[in-house]
Nanobody, 128 residues
């Protein structure tokens, strides 16, 4: 079973920056599309789509969700087999559990149901 291991997260103030990391110990991240999603506080409904944050295809094409565009950046380091989410100018509405995800394919998608493997999630809290 593929595992994605996340690190980073925590409590920050509005306007601060934070970086999340995600590694796949038994898989090459650069061979597949990967993404970041987030889930806001509250009961997680079965089948509910997590909110799309950003994605990167195997070829390196990136896409960012409208709420974070211009402030968040997805990237990856092939030498470390690690993907990142750099979050700048953070806002209180960005408070959520953030998840990394990996597809069994090269093209990126913005729907969480298209991703096969997930990280454990990490809490990000932005205070006003």
């Amino acid at each position: 079973q593929v595992e994605l291991v996340q690190s980073g997260g925590g409590l920050v103030q509005a306007g601060d920056s934070l970086r999340l990391s995600c590694t796949a110990p038994r898989r090459s991240i650069s061979d597949y599309a990967s993404a970041w999603f987030r889930q806001t506080p509250g009961p997680e409904r079965d089948g509910a789509e997590r909110e799309f944050v950003a994605a990167i295809s195997a070829d390196g094409y990136t896409m960012h969700g409208e709420p974070v565009r211009g402030r968040f950046t997805i990237s990856r380091d092939e030498s470390k087999n690690t993907m990142y989410l750099q979050m700048n100018s953070m806002k209180p509405e960005g408070t959520a559990v953030y998840y990394c995800a990996l597809r069994n394919g090269r093209a990126l998608y913005i729907q969480s149901r298209n991703y096969d493997d997930w990280g454990q999630g990490t809490q990000v809290t932005v205070s006003s």
